[in-house]
């Protein structure tokens, strides 16, 4: 089946730095994938929808700049959390869909742990 | 803005026994899928519905789309330790393509 991969699968950072998270395709072409955060035993949130050689969408709350991303190619979409704090701690999941007939299945990557100092 | 709610919240159920949890959406759904999530793991995907009224079966587990399209259900059945995890419902709300995650039901079968 489809593979979503996720770089890297844990961070730990300090307050004020920004860390990347990269999300790929590893054998189809995603022309949208999709940026979740997760809190411990909550649900996940979509937080913006990331489209290839344009902008992103964002969701109502989600700040933009706060979140910048960039889906560069048909493989790669990549999650930059700026000058992070402790609050932007959470599990980070990005997802990528594949249509196939009258059915859209969404494949997950295996998500990034942030942990903000 | 909308909101899926699904209940239980969390279910305890001894090994053999049937589980179910339920969706509920506020406005019409034009499609709804159902994800699983280990403890430690991200969402699988497992179904989705798209006909009102559809009932879609995946061995021990029942998939049902509501008539009016606003609530679906997850039926297991004989619960097994495999089946422990949250089960999500989600779906594009709008006239987009994003998913929308309900709440969650986190199911605990005890041995």
């Known amino acids: 089946g489809a593979v979503v991969s996720q770089h890297p699968s844990w961070v730990i950072c300090k307050s004020g730095t920004s860390v990347k998270i990269e999300c790929r395709s590893l054998?189809?072409?995603?022309?949208?994938m999709f940026w979740y955060r997760q809190f411990p035993k909550q649900s996940l949130m979509l937080m913006a929808t990331?489209?290839?050689?344009?902008?992103?969408?964002?969701e109502q709350g989600v700040e933009k700049d706060k979140f910048l991303i960039n889906h560069a190619s048909l493989t790669l979409s990549t999650l930059t959390v700026t000058s992070a704090h402790p609050e932007d701690s959470s599990f980070y999941i990005c997802?990528?869909?594949?249509?196939?007939?009258?059915?859209?299945?969404?494949?997950f990557g295996p998500g990034t742990r942030l942990t903000v100092l | 803005g909308q909101q899926v709610m699904q209940i239980p919240q969390y279910q305890h159920v001894q090994e053999g026994e049937d589980f179910t949890t339920y969706c509920n959406s506020s406005?019409?759904?034009?499609?709804i899928q159902w994800y699983k999530q280990r403890p430690g793991g991200h969402p699988v995907f497992l179904i989705q519905?798209?006909?009102?009224?559809e009932v879609k079966k995946q061995k021990r587990l029942t998939f049902q789309f509501g008539e009016a399209k606003k609530n679906s259900s997850l039926h297991i059945t004989a619960t097994q330790t495999t089946d422990v995890g949250t089960y999500f419902c989600?779906?594009?709300?709008?006239?987009?393509?994003?998913?929308?995650f309900g709440t969650g039901t986190s199911l605990t079968v005890i041995p």
């Open positions: 997802s990528a869909t594949i249509t196939s007939g009258n059915t859209d299945t969404q494949y």
């Open positions: 989600a779906g594009p709300w709008d006239t987009g393509n994003q998913f929308y």
């Open positions: 990331s489209n290839e050689g344009s902008k992103a969408t964002y």
């Open positions: 519905l798209v006909k009102s009224g």
């Open positions: 406005t019409t759904l034009s499609n």
């Open positions: 054998d189809f072409q995603a022309t949208t």
